[in-house]
């Protein structure tokens, strides 16, 4: 099982992580985007993250970045928005019984506290994806994801309690979403790599589907001990070929990738996933939460190329919920 306070700890600390080395200008600017509209500033997406954390019954007015005024908060302010946020969630969560995290109040409307904690992290990673992209377009280098998640996070026997989140559940519920970002992408779009302003470009669409496709592979060879290769070109990885492999291809490799994931998943043990291996236990959230960045960054290029924003996270009712979907 995955703690919710290992998992909250994780993805705070890996979204500060993205914040580095951004000025003022950088973090507030907003991008435009092809046929008219800007996206959102760094500095909204802090804020708006540190509502998610914060959210309560009698929240601050302050924190209602979702919609309506996409003025920019100034660094400073949204810096300490997430610091309180961060503060907000270790004042609670790591104590948190099993009883409140299923509790539904009114305010997560219809989803329980637990199931709340999932939603702002895979919420959080996504808009980790987002800033990544915009960093880049402003000259940064690119900042890879993830970090060294055996220090915060990984798979546990359980321990008498309910399986907090399924893992079967998780990464279907990953692969769909994921899915979903790709809507309406024409074949053209999908192999398009945006420039970036020190002269490069950022990987296409469709090379990111190679990459998460790979993770998910590896996770099943690992796991099954079966080796698997996907075409003559199955490393989407650091230094690898950037050419764009074709949308047809790679729509047909992630399909694969989702169905291998569901040969072997749901019938996963505690004993095979607390299993140290070369990677450790902590492999298949590490390809979760990989999964969530990428489409983020999706998400981002959509918006760059003209398409309108896709809303993520989905519903979770019926599909990952905390203990686990009845």
């Given at each position: 099982m995955y703690s919710p306070i290992e998992v909250a700890r994780f993805t705070l600390a890996e979204f500060n992580r993205n914040l580095e080395g951004l000025s003022e200008d950088h973090a507030r600017v907003r991008m435009t985007k092809a046929g008219g509209g800007a996206m959102n500033a760094i500095t909204w997406a802090m804020a708006h993250i540190a509502g998610h954390w914060l959210s309560r019954p009698g929240q601050p007015a302050g924190f209602a970045f979702r919609t309506g005024d996409p003025t920019p908060p100034v660094l400073a302010d949204a810096r300490a928005w997430l610091d309180e946020a961060a503060a907000f969630?270790?004042?609670?969560?790591?104590?948190a019984e099993a009883?409140?995290?299923?509790?539904?109040?009114?305010?997560?409307?219809?989803e329980s506290i637990g199931t709340g904690v999932m939603r702002a992290a895979l919420h959080t990673w996504f808009h980790c994806g987002e800033i990544n992209v915009i960093r880049q377009l402003l000259g940064h280098p690119e900042i890879a994801f993830l970090g060294d998640i055996t220090e915060y996070l990984e798979w546990r026997e359980a321990d008498g309690r309910a399986e907090m989140y399924r893992p079967a559940e998780l990464a279907r519920f990953t692969l769909s979403e994921f899915e979903r970002g790709l809507e309406e992408l024409t074949a053209v779009e999908a192999i398009a790599r945006l420039d970036k302003a020190d002269g490069t470009q950022t990987n296409s669409i469709?090379?990111?589907?190679?990459h998460v496709s790979t993770g998910w592979l590896f996770d099943y060879a690992l796991m099954t001990g079966e080796r698997f290769q996907f075409g003559e070109r199955a490393f989407f990885g650091p230094n690898a070929?950037?050419?764009?492999?074709?949308?047809?291809?790679?729509?047909?490799?992630?399909a694969?990738?989702?169905?291998l994931t569901e040969q072997w998943l749901p019938d996963a043990t505690d004993e095979l996933l607390s299993s140290k291996r070369d990677f450790g236990p902590q492999e298949l959230m590490r390809t979760v939460l990989h999964t969530w960045f990428h489409t983020g960054e999706i998400n981002a290029m959509r918006q760059m190329r003209g398409h309108d924003e896709i809303r993520f996270v989905g519903r979770m009712a019926g599909q990952l919920e905390y203990g686990g979907v009845a």
């Open positions: 969630t270790e004042s609670w969560l790591p104590a009883e409140l995290l299923r509790s539904k109040p009114d305010f997560l409307r219809g469709t090379w990111t589907m190679g070929d950037p050419t764009p492999p074709s949308f047809e291809e790679m729509r047909a490799m992630f694969t990738a989702k169905d």
